[in-house]
């Protein structure tokens, strides 16, 4: 039997990625008003443990699958890398057949995403992709589920990023054809998508523009998404504060966007840098519902991986 890992959003059919959007609608929808301990009707992964292995930092994404596992009726075991024997060199591969025969799914957070692959690859139970260098498609899965929550239709909306093209920027890009929304690009040409992902959407046929500059990006956009300016891993911070710099969401840039225009951002933020408090506490911000969503769709997902 296939093994169904969660890596990225573009091997996936439309269809699950349709079906998985849809769960995390109605799994919400059906628990509103509970207290969050609760575990849902039917507990429907009683019996299954998650473990998630951190090799960078974490708020959301470690409490929120945490969270979902209990939601779910199973459990779950967090660990960072480096307590593990994979910070003494035990290969990637021996740990993944180890914690096969421990555990039903593993969800990994890396610095190199070909080491997610590897695990993967390794392993006899389904990985999903916390974050890694290269993508987070997690996020994604919740920020598009945010925006169909706030009225809108993703076929056929626009979308614009601006800031770095960086792994979030990744996961829109593979998301694009998928649920038929065009993105527009703005970033530096430092900054810019990796060319591996943009090949990636003319194969799917995803409609991504790229651009130059913030307000080029932003112009007829139903949606603006930033993310931090320095990633974890990046190791060049003055000088991306700097380019970067006139990518900075302010009051200004969103007048450029379609009026009444959503702004998404994955957190953690960093107000004055990336985007201004006028914008993230204002009222087009979706960001808290987007937080909540990492939980909702990530349950979805659970769910799918494990076939429940
Ligand atoms: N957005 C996100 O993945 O947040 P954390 O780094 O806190 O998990
Ligand atoms: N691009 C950011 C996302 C954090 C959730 C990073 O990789 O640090």
Redesign the pocket.
Known sequence: MTIRHFLDIWPLEQAELRAILDEAHRAKKARAGWSKGRIDLGAPLDGHTLAMIFE?????????FDMAMRQLGGSSITTSSGDMQLGRGETIEDTARVLSRYVDAVMI?ANDHTDIETFAEAASIPVIN??SDRS?P??IMADLMTLEEHGLTLKGARLAWVGDGNN?CASFIHAAAKFGFSLAIGTPQRYAPDEDDLDIATELQGRIELFETAEEAVAGADVVIADTFVS?GDLDAERRLEILEPFAVTDELMELANGGAKFLH???AHRGEEVDAEVIDGPDSLVWDE?EN?LHAQKAILRWCLGK
Do not use: I, N
């Open positions: 960078k930092a974490s708020t959301r994404t470690r409490f929120s957070r916390g974050l987070h997690c996020q979030v974890m994955c957190l953690p937080a990492r």
